[in-house]
């Protein structure tokens, strides 16, 4: 540590000699004796100088006194205890007035069908579907045992895995597993699925995925197998939980894998993962993708009563859109109660909503919104585009990018927050409305019903067919479904992505006319379709550019591996088929 170095003040004698400590004082040789005039104009000096550094201190202390009452203040209106009591500052955008905005443009609304979108030509970025490239031989022969010099190597051993979450955070963890078990040169036991508190959904691998299309679709590339067999479970008096349990930190790396799990998974011979969710990174070697890829567009295909109903959904919904040649509109809604709860936003239910969100926030997430350090600002939320858009903000955006009265809307929903008053305003600007319960009778919707992943099935291949697809509160659902629709669609996901602070803002000017809000909207349409064939650059890849939302150009090679190839345009075969099969016509996409 360098030592500090002390300068004398400047009003000290140039000739003065420091003899000492002197208890704190200074010893100096003394001066010559002033004259008379000399004093007097010393002292004058000294006066002035006195004078002027009392004046300096005191305009510092005030300067000192005020920060600190600024800054104090500045947390009672932001972030203090108090708020409450003093009341927020306003922020534009942060106010819930689109009731009132829609009841002033209504009649322009309602009577605005004069440029009216053809579907087919909403999209004016186009992409040329690219010619299937064959996978790196090398490095996938290497790799996966598919030379006859590696087809013998013996498994490590037996991988188990517990996916949590909804449908589409378990369907990464299961892509991710597959992927791990290629890396440990392991045997992957079909994965299990942990019972959510929030989700509430027993269902097992097999009421979602069709499972022997998924050990066959991966045969080659890993081994999977439904059980542990009985020679590893008596080792361990049949008891899972006595199976060794590793806890793997997120977006675990490739060497984190082959130096902290291999070893065990050697040593024991069989392993537990659990949970498993976000647990491998999103940058790995390229044959790790490859079996990503593998699983998520081969070999996950849902299970026949999903596909099946799924298929006379799509049928229906076609149908129902012969005005506009076969193609519709599907709206990812997610406006949920425990949604709008999560949110920490508030729309127009005053005190008496605030209570219930509470309620809801504190039976389903216990105390984790009361913690001294939660801040809840639900007008903060609105402006920084966090709320969920409620059915009558999605109803106003879309007619304002010029989707007319007569299109056809596919809403991908759960059970909707207060349904009859929100779906109200939504329905009369789009009276072609249509929802799984409406397409189908009771009876078919009766397997499914208490099944929100089953349900969740539905309602992605729905829209996953869709020719628009409107994206609202972000989350796994359109993160899949965006980089599904790139896969089928040759890089175009075709997907509305609302600016939402931006929206905030026009749907509380209450002098807006419609005229000023179309013109935005159609500039937020532009934008959407211009971010819809984007791709992000190699090198700027990190763990959340997920190879689920943007699939190519790394799973383009994948469609020449599958036998199955299919151009009927059979739901059944989703996961095998190319975007140029037949698939779109019958769909009419």
């Not at 989350?475 to 997907?495: C, D, E, Q, S, V």
Request: glycine share 6%.
């Amino acid at each position: 540590m360098k030592s500090k170095i002390h300068h004398q003040p400047n009003g000290g004698s140039n000739n003065g000699v420091v003899t000492g400590n002197d208890n704190g004082c200074r010893s100096e040789s003394p001066s010559p004796p002033l004259s008379p005039n000399r004093r007097v104009l010393r002292r004058q000096r000294r006066q002035t100088l006195l004078r002027a550094s009392s004046f300096s201190l005191r305009r510092n202390l005030r300067y000192l006194l005020l920060l600190p009452m600024i800054y104090a203040s500045g947390l009672l209106m932001c972030v203090g205890p108090f708020s409450g009591l003093v009341g927020w500052v306003y922020v534009p955008g942060s106010v819930y007035r689109s009731p009132e905005i829609y009841r002033k443009l209504k009649d322009d609304i309602l009577s605005d069908n004069s440029t009216a979108l053809e579907l087919s030509s909403v999209w004016k970025y186009k992409r040329r579907p690219k010619m299937p490239k064959p996978c790196p031989n090398s490095t996938v022969s290497s790799r996966l045992g598919l030379t006859s010099e590696s087809s013998h190597l013996i498994p490590t051993g037996y991988l188990i895995v517990e996916a949590n979450g909804g449908l589409n955070q378990q369907r990464s963890a299961i892509c991710n597993a597959v992927a791990v078990a290629g890396l440990l040169n392991a045997v992957l036991v079909i994965p299990q699925f942990e019972f959510h508190a929030i989700w509430k959904d027993s269902s097992t691998f097999g009421d979602i995925y069709d499972e022997d299309h998924f050990i066959s679709s991966l045969e080659g590339y890993v081994k999977i197998v439904r059980d542990v067999p009985d020679e590893i479970m008596t080792r361990f008096n049949y008891n899972m939980s006595s199976i060794p349990t590793i806890r793997v930190q997120a977006w675990a790396t490739v060497n984190y894998y082959n130096g902290e799990v291999y070893p065990l998974l050697k040593e024991h011979g069989v392993i537990r993962i659990s949970p498993f969710a976000n647990r491998l990174a999103m940058s790995v070697p390229p044959y790790i993708q490859l079996l990503r890829c593998i699983a998520n567009y081969n070999a996950l295909k849902f299970s026949s009563p999903i596909s099946t109903l799924a298929e006379k959904l799509v049928d229906r919904m076609v149908e129902k859109s012969s005005e506009t040649g076969g193609k519709y509109v599907s709206v990812h809604l997610r406006f949920e109660e425990d949604m709008v709860a999560f949110s920490c936003c508030l729309y127009e239910g005053g005190r008496a909503e605030k209570s219930e969100m509470d309620v809801i926030r504190q039976k389903s997430w216990k105390g984790k919104f009361k913690r001294r350090d939660r801040v809840i600002r639900p007008d903060l939320n609105r402006v920084n585009g966090k709320c969920p858009l409620t059915p009558l903000e999605v109803g106003m955006m879309l007619r304002g990018m010029g989707f007319d009265n007569n299109t056809s809307i596919y809403l991908a929903s759960g059970r909707i927050y207060q349904r009859e008053k929100h779906l109200a305003p939504l329905q009369e600007m789009f009276p072609r409305l249509y929802t799984k319960e409406s397409l189908a009778t009771r009876e078919e919707l009766a397997p499914f019903e208490g099944y929100s992943s089953r349900m969740a099935a539905l309602d992605y291949t729905v829209s996953l067919l869709s020719e628009v697809f409107v994206t609202t509160q972000g989350g796994n659902f359109p993160h899949f479904l965006m980089g599904h629709r790139r896969f089928l669609f040759g890089g175009h996901a075709k997907t509305v992505i609302p600016d939402k602070p931006k929206l905030v803002l026009l749907l509380q000017d209450m002098d807006v006319r419609w005229e000023v809000f179309k013109k935005e909207m159609k500039l937020m349409l532009g934008e959407s379709d211009r971010k819809g064939v984007m791709v992000p650059r190699v090198r700027k890849i990190n763990r959340k550019t997920s190879i689920y939302t943007y699939p190519l150009p790394e799973c383009e090679c994948i469609f020449h591996l599958s036998s199955n190839f299919s151009a009927t345009g059979n739901i059944q075969n989703l996961g095998t088929l190319h975007p140029t099969s037949n698939l779109m016509n019958t769909a009419r996409l």
